[in-house]
């Protein structure tokens, strides 16, 4: 019913946009010409297009046009290497054209902190992507369509949760305490990216080195991604209409152990660990059992996604206003399980007087999200492992409809193994978000080359978690959750900007500003048990049988900063840039809130010496050295202050309310300081059609902080120190061309690799830090954080084969016949690839289009935890079919088992045996488009462009991991990335979409 009404209004915005925008089609005639070059050679391949349409041709071998227009037509001319002209027919029947070189788009702008400038005058380390790259095919967040594109980034999704979980790292890990995810700004203001889409981004910039993040201090160390949204235009309204429905799969199943095999299995385990003396399961039993149950295919199912988004922009040259309203809906492939989101943006740009201009920008989103990321546990005990882990042998419900409890069926099973379709049904998480957003501006002009600009930044968010499990959960009384987030987070800035000359060669902008960013955080908590009724499900707490203390918290922080930047540029071929800021902080002590960022930027423009003339196809050749620094805060707000702790104690008079310290010690802390220095060169070739960029990077980030556990005679229980240094060293490479450019074909490709080698240079006291300790099949730890190594690393035991019983061993490495995990475990590997690479292509043949997109990641390790299962033989669980043709048994050549004797097998080890090399190659997307002619759509006077499209995303992997998905890190963080755990799993999806143009 929601999608129908959706529908329904998009139509009816649709029709009246239309009927806003559309006029009388003048009258075309023939235009004919040539294209030519400053030398008089004919250019193949030039774009020539009506102005503010998308009627448009390409000149011919000979560089010749012919093109159908009014006779009042600007057309307008481009190719690449050369500078685009807008030539007025001006009622001519013939027009030649000579087009003037323009190496590396001189006039190209780039946006960087605090202002822009020109791509030619760039001297740090920054990738740009154009909004339409982004848009190949649908994501939950903007971010994700930047996975593969761009050097040095490296983006990968957690889960399949619909959601779309991802973490997105620039440059390796600087940090263990702290976020190691990148600032975003969204038109100059820190906000969330869930509150725009795809389709309302102009362009995405990430600021890589420290010469080009460090104008945002504290905030940049893990660098930082600019978003400029779209704006309004001085031309007639432009209505875009653009919809995509795709159908979501499971990328790969589990091949689990069918019925009889199951049984077959356990009949052999059962005789082996001496647990019975006869075969439960006779072959009369087996013959009539058929294949059983596959929980896989009972739990997930194909599901559908959506997306709808419209947009109109327009104005004049006093006015320009850029609107859109898009919606997202996503459905799981577990029930219960889905993803929406509603967008509406304004962009609104007046320019009150010839000196004073104003920007209003509004944003509202409002997210829904239904989720069942019930994964890890220890066999069955979570939904997700359940579904690998129950019997075929069992159904979902008895003969009376009811669930059954998978638990205790038998004596010798598993007694965690639940009922996944019961926990799916009868469980409800959701979260729900109201996001707003305000960015108003007015800058001041007085004179020529000068600016002021004043900010007012907003963003607000309400988010509720509602958590409901019905008196049919099996596994405990109904129960009802409630926690309600706010936070703000102003923003309030004041820029001055000054570009001015000297002696004409020598161009200067200084820029200075003024920040302060004040974020506060309330949150309330309630929850409760054992209801009467169902049918209220959280919205009467108060009716539980058991109400728990609810909880309420409250956080605020602020920053001010002071910051100036200056660009020198002498002749466009020397270029300096020059930078400080200083944070203070109000999360630090009162010695250490100040923190201080530096950095500089040289380039040298070689291929404008004279002495470079001789190489006419070299078109651009630029180095680039860059050093800075940038900072992260790391800490939560009050760590540097005494805290009290309420509780409540019991007498005999009743409870009363107590103070005590709370349980972390309070210390002088210093910031975590990154120092980068980066090295780069530009090269373009034959008018800059094929383009390369390489960059060595070097960082250290010192002063690390972390949590340090205290004696309990100290009276706390830990505290936050500095502990330590960590580096990440490493290059990137793009290589990109516009490789073949005629009137019926075209070619384009990019490719982009990246290497980077993260170390941890010194702890405190050079003692290792372990990483979070599991109970799942073994117990410990899995990653450890250890000088000299990458961040989480697999420190596990050795794996030493079977015995003569068919048992599992590990090595003993100090040799004194015990295992013991100080002594005898060891790093085994590292979550951290060598390298991660990109391939995007695309073609293009007289109306259609076809482009692929290849995302790879080499020399990853994976600890495969949920492969554990297939070693449980003593729970009863289903286990990999695998297990039971290729197992250890006695009389028999086992020089290829791969698993031990079916018998009971004694306490597992985290060992080397569960790391595999988790490298692949995807196909991440794939798409075939059609373009309606333009003179076809100009005689039905209705529409400018129209595009259909169908594509394929995840359809095909290749990689020797075992898994579900080898692009998985079930636990989140860095500390212990890596972990395939029982995860909801990913998907695949075939989509079919339109963009329609007004």
Known sequence: MVRSKLSSVFISLIVLFWALSTGAVAQNSALRGTVKDMAGIPLIGVNVIEKGTTNGTVTDESGNFSINVPANATIVFTYIGFSAQEVVRDGTSTMNVVMHEDAELLDEVVVIGYGTVRKSDLTGAVSSIKGKELTTYTVPDPMMALQGKVPGVSISQNTGDPSGDYSIRIRGINSIKGDNSPLFIIDGIPASTSSINTYDIESIEVLKDASASAIYGSRGANGVVLITTKKGTDENPTVSYNFEYGQQSQIKKLDLMNLQEWARFYNEYLINANILTEKPFSDQDIAAMGEGTDWQSLMFKNAPSTQHNLGISGGTNKLQYFVSATALSRDGLIKNSSYSRYNLRSNLNILISPVVETNVQL????????????????????????????????????????????????????????????????????????????????????????????????????????????????????????????????????????????????????????????????????????????????????????????????????????????????????????????????????????????????????????????????????????????????????????????????????????????????????????????????????????????????????????????????????????????????????????????????????????????????????????????????????????????????????????????????????????????????????????????????????????????QGSQGNDVFNLSEMRNYSYSQGMNIERDVYYHSWREGQDNSNARYPRIELVGPLKYSDRFIEDGSFLRLKNILLGYNVPPMTLKDKRLFQAIRFYVSLQNYLTLTKYSGLDPEVNSKGGDINSGIDHFTYPNNKTISFGANITF
Not at 657 to 662: I, K, L, V
């Open 363 to 854: 944003g509202y989103s409002s997210i829904e999200g239904f989720n069942q990321s019930n994964s890890g546990g220890h066999g069955g005990s979570s939904m997700i492992g359940a579904v690998y882990s129950a019997s075929p042998l069992f159904t979902p419900y008895d003969e009376n409809g009811n669930y059954k409890d998978l638990r205790s069926w038998f004596s010798w099973s598993s007694h965690e193994v639940k009922n996944p379709i019961n926990m799916a049904y009868e469980s409800t998480y959701k979260n729900s978000t109201n996001l707003s957003n305000l960015n108003a501006s007015v800058t001041f002009k007085p004179f020529s080359g000068f600016s002021l600009k004043g900010i007012l930044g907003l963003e607000s968010s309400d988010r509720r978690y509602d958590g409901y499990t019905t008196s049919k959960y099996i596994y405990q009384n109904n129960s009802a959750s409630v926690n309600h987030y706010r936070y703000s987070n102003l923003t309030n800035e004041f820029i001055g900007n000054y570009n001015f000359n000297v002696l004409d060669d020598n161009s200067f902008n200084v820029m200075g500003a003024y920040t302060y960013q004040q974020y506060i955080r309330r949150n309330i908590n309630a929850s409760g048990n054992s209801f009467m009724s169902d049918v209220t499900w959280t919205n009467d707490l108060g009716s539980a049988g058991t109400i728990n203390t609810p909880s309420t918290g409250y956080q605020q922080w602020v920053m001010k900063s002071l910051l100036g930047r200056i660009n020198y540029s002498y002749k466009g071929r020397y270029l300096l840039t020059a930078s400080i800021r200083a944070d203070g902080s109000s999360r630090y002590s009162e010695n250490n809130k100040w923190g201080y960022f530096p950095s500089f930027a040289l380039a040298w423009r070689v291929s404008d010496e004279s002495f470079m003339k001789s190489f006419e196809n070299l078109s651009d050749m630029k180095i680039r050295f860059g050093y800075g620094k940038t900072g992260s805060t790391a800490i939560a707000p009050y760590s540097t202050q005494n805290l009290l702790s309420s509780g409540k104690t019991a007498t005999g008079n009743g409870n009363y309310t107590f103070y005590a310290p709370g349980g972390e010690f309070p210390e002088d802390l210093k910031w975590e300081t990154t120092s980068q220095w980066d090295m780069g060169l530009d090269l373009g070739f034959f008018n800059n059609r094929f383009r390369m960029t390489l960059d060595y990077y070097s960082k250290l980030t010192t002063n690390l902080l972390n949590t340090v556990f205290l004696p309990p005679s100290s009276g706390y229980n830990s505290t936050v120190q500095n502990i330590g240094s960590m580096s990440n060293k490493g290059f990137e490479l793009l290589l990109e061309g516009d490789l073949v450019q005629t009137k019926d074909f075209g070619f384009t490709a990019q490719f982009n690799l990246s290497h980077n080698k993260n170390r941890v240079e010194k702890l405190s006291d050079g003692l290792d830090i372990f990483g979070t300790t599991y109970n799942s099949f073994g117990s410990g730890s899995i990653t450890i954080i250890r000088e000299g190594l990458p961040i989480g690393s697999f420190y596990v035991y050795k794996d030493a084969g079977f015995n003569e019983k068919g048992s599992l061993t590990y090595h003993d490495f100090n040799e004194d016949d015990k295992l013991t995990d100080t002594e005898d475990r060891y790093v085994a590997g590292s979550p951290h690839p060598d390298f991660i690479y990109g391939l995007n292509c695309g073609f293009r043949y007289k109306q259609m289009e076809l482009s692929f997109f290849l």
